[in-house]
């Protein structure tokens, strides 16, 4: 089983959706978690972070952890034509280097107008 | 803003020839990474690099990769006899002291091409 699974979609939706992406991961060791935000050619950028259980919002953008069930989601509101970019989830253990991040594969969001 | 800078965007090869990307990570950043992004697949962690030494490793990162930090600006990642399998997105990253991942910066790549 892989430490961290992503849907790699490619996912395509119109402007002003709710998008939903989501994570899956088996290491209970996990214990902060990130969204990070890739155009092409560009490195990762970070979107969200958080270490508990429950949501965390930031504008448009809703992060949710349920570490019962070693799953993670991302929300976006009223999507716009510029999210359009592959989204990464991604994973540090405690007692690890800090920098040490384990990525999902990537999702493929498509916003159109 | 700051920024984590890298060079070249785009470094083409032979098999078997060294090579060496290039890093300027963020100015008051202590701590330093380099992970890879072979084309399709995940975002890896190559190596993990603080007060002058690696800190941690993945089993990717064998005899035939290095790093230094030459000077107090440069972090680099060498080479040191490339295979085609060598052939994805390097991306440098840098966090200052007390970060969990949430003050990870990324550059934004050099693409290595072994041919």
């Known amino acids: 089983q892989k430490e961290v699974e992503q849907d790699p979609g490619p996912l395509s939706v119109p402007e002003g959706a709710i998008v939903s992406l989501n994570c899956t991961y088996s290491?209970?060791?996990?214990?902060?978690f990130m969204w990070y935000r890739q155009y092409s050619r560009k490195g990762p950028e970070l979107l969200m972070y958080t270490y508990s259980s429950g949501n965390k919002e930031d504008g448009r953008f809703t992060a949710q952890v349920d570490k019962s069930s070693k799953y993670i989601s991302l929300f976006i509101r009223d999507s716009q034509p510029s999210d359009s970019a592959t989204y990464l989830c991604?994973?540090?253990?405690?007692?690890?280097?800090?920098?040490?991040?384990?990525f999902g594969q990537g999702t493929i969001l498509t916003v159109h107008p | 803003e700051p920024e984590v800078t890298q060079t070249p965007s785009h470094q083409v090869t032979q098999m078997g020839q060294e090579v060496i990307l290039r890093c300027v990570p963020i100015?008051?950043?202590?701590?330093f990474y380099w992970y890879r992004q072979i084309l399709g697949q995940k975002v890896e962690f190559l190596v993990s690099?603080?007060?002058?030494?690696?800190?941690?490793k993945s089993e990717i990162f064998d005899d035939q990769f290095s790093v230094e930090r030459p000077d107090g600006s440069n972090f680099t990642l060498k080479i040191r006899s490339t295979k085609l399998e060598d052939s994805a997105m390097y991306f440098c990253a840098s966090m200052i002291q007390g970060g969990r991942g949430e003050k990870l910066f990324f550059g934004s790549g050099t693409q290595l091409s072994v041919l």
């Open positions: 991604a994973m540090l253990a405690g007692g690890t280097s800090y920098g040490k991040l384990t």
């Open positions: 690099f603080y007060n002058n030494e690696i800190s941690e």
């Open positions: 100015s008051n950043h202590l701590y």
């Open positions: 290491n209970s060791a996990f214990q902060y």
